[in-house]
């Protein structure tokens, strides 16, 4: 059973940038199919980015340009790189893993397997 770690969340400005982790342990990263969701107080958890096995991307509308997801197997790794941000942007931000064939970008939260504990993610204006 894989666990899921997020990091690197915090409080910023407007306008500044984080890079979230998401470390796998217990399983291998490159079998699954990655994502990175965001739930803000009393909304559900919403889709932001997606990465297959094969490292093809998908990020969602509001963050294109943005938010870059990427992933590397060797460090067991995935990370939200997380530019211009803003006050909407404020959330707490989960990682998930599916399995799933290579090339497939998994959208919907139901399709994932394992979650992380999730990291706040707090941009002030």
């Known amino acids: 059973q894989v666990q899921l770690a997020e990091s690197g969340g915090g409080s910023v400005q407007a306008g500044d940038s984080l890079r979230l982790s998401c470390a796998a342990s217990?399983?291998?990263?490159?079998?699954?199919?990655m994502g990175w969701f965001r739930q803000a107080p009393g909304e559900g958890r919403k889709f932001v980015a997606a990465?297959?096995?094969?490292?093809?991307?998908l990020p969602e509308d509001s963050v294109k340009g943005r938010f870059t997801i990427s992933r590397d197997n060797a460090k067991n790794t995935v990370y939200l790189q997380m530019n211009s941000l803003k006050p909407e942007d404020t959330a707490v931000y989960y990682c998930a893993a599916a399995r799933q064939s290579d090339n497939v970008l998994v959208v919907l939260s139901g399709n994932y397997d394992y979650w992380g504990q999730g990291t706040q993610v707090t941009v002030s204006s």
């Open positions: 990465i297959s096995r094969s490292g093809s991307t």
């Open positions: 217990g399983g291998t990263l490159s079998d699954y199919a």
